[in-house]
Structures are given as C-alpha cells and as structure tokens.
C-alpha cells in the first residue's frame, strides 16, 4: 500500500485497529472485484461519491488513483463540475479546489 498520501489519522486507525482496517480492506477488494467497472471508470466514479460527500482525503485519493488509471484532468474537472445541480456550488468549488491542488502536486509526491 502506498502510505505517501495517507493522512496520519488514517495511518493511526490502521496500527490501532488492524483486523478492521483488514475487513475492510477485504470489503473494498470484493466490491471492486464483483463490479462491471475498469478501473479508470471505478475510479471517477468513486470520486463522483467523495465529491457529492465533500469527503476531502476521499477526493483527493480519487483524483490521485482516477489519473493513475488513465483518467484526464480534464475528466477529473468534469466530475466535480457535473456536481453543481445535484450537489450545490459550493460543493463543487471545494471540490475543484482539492483537484487542482492535487493536479499541482509535483508527480512523486
């Protein structure tokens, strides 16, 4: 697991609690596995959810994996824009904000 990205709340929730966060994890890799999605579409779709959740680390992460997998910035931009009606605007500009900041972030880091 790449730990450059996580945040030390989640760092202290996997050495605290390590058979939840392997359930978890167990959960996440089932879900994945049973759904009809690749994994560039899985992932924009996750970010779809944290933006609607306006769950920073959850966009965060998503944009980082979304590109990863072959999304393109400007995909990524359009999920957080396509949140506006359903959403609210200013869910979207925090969201587009947490985006660029990522985007901005020097490719190791």
């Not at 790449?2 to 966060?21: G, K, S, T």
């Not at 999920?79 to 500009?93: E, K, M, N, Q």
Request: net charge negative.
């Amino acid at each position: 697991m790449d730990q450059d990205h996580l945040p030390n709340v989640y760092l202290r929730f996997l050495e605290r609690f390590p058979e939840i966060a392997e359930a978890q994890g167990t959960l996440a890799r089932t879900v994945r596995e049973t759904n009809p999605f690749d994994e560039r579409t899985d992932r924009l779709i996750k970010l779809a959810l944290a933006v609607g959740a306006e769950a920073q680390g959850a966009v965060r992460s998503n944009v980082r994996k979304a590109l990863h997998h072959g999304a393109t910035v400007d995909e990524v931009r359009a999920v957080a824009l396509a949140a506006i009606t359903t959403c609210g605007f200013p869910t979207t500009i925090a969201a587009l904000g947490w985006i660029e900041e990522v985007v901005a972030a020097p490719a190791d880091h």
